[in-house]
């Protein structure tokens, strides 16, 4: 971003500082409305998926899960939490994956810019206009 900032014209510095602060600061919104996104679809997914897993009833039933059946709603609770907290510790871990790939990428990307002394106007060739 310096670098970036250096390359300006004097007269417009202070502009490209605003616009760069701006653009930071909206895309680290966004992209912290996406990450919030995806942890919440995978939470949702994967509670679904763990769910449909556990039978209510027959000859396949879980004896434990039986007797916390008999207990009534409390007695469900305890699994209920322990299911809760694997899914978020999944959806979480995830999210984080997905945030190392976007910035393995960033810094791949960061590689790639151009290096050396920005050019300045005694290095420019003149432009005729018109």
Do not use: H
Not at 91 to 109: D, E, P, R
Request: with cysteine; proline share 6%; charged share 15%.
């Amino acid at each position: 971003m310096t670098g970036g900032i250096s390359a300006l014209p004097p007269s417009i510095v202070s502009a490209g500082s605003a616009f760069n602060t701006l653009t930071q600061r909206v895309t680290a919104a966004l992209g912290l409305a996406a990450l919030t996104s995806l942890a919440t679809a995978q939470q949702a997914q994967l509670m679904a998926d763990r769910s449909a897993l556990l039978a209510g009833g027959g000859p396949d039933t879980d004896p434990r899960i039986l007797t916390m059946e008999k207990r009534g709603p409390s007695g469900l609770i305890p699994l209920w939490q322990q299911l809760q907290i694997e899914v978020q510790a999944q959806a979480y871990s995830n999210v984080f994956l997905i945030a190392g790939i976007c910035t393995l990428a960033g810094v791949l990307l960061a590689f790639v810019l151009r290096n050396g002394r920005p050019k300045t106007a005694e290095d420019a060739e003149p432009v005729e206009i018109g």
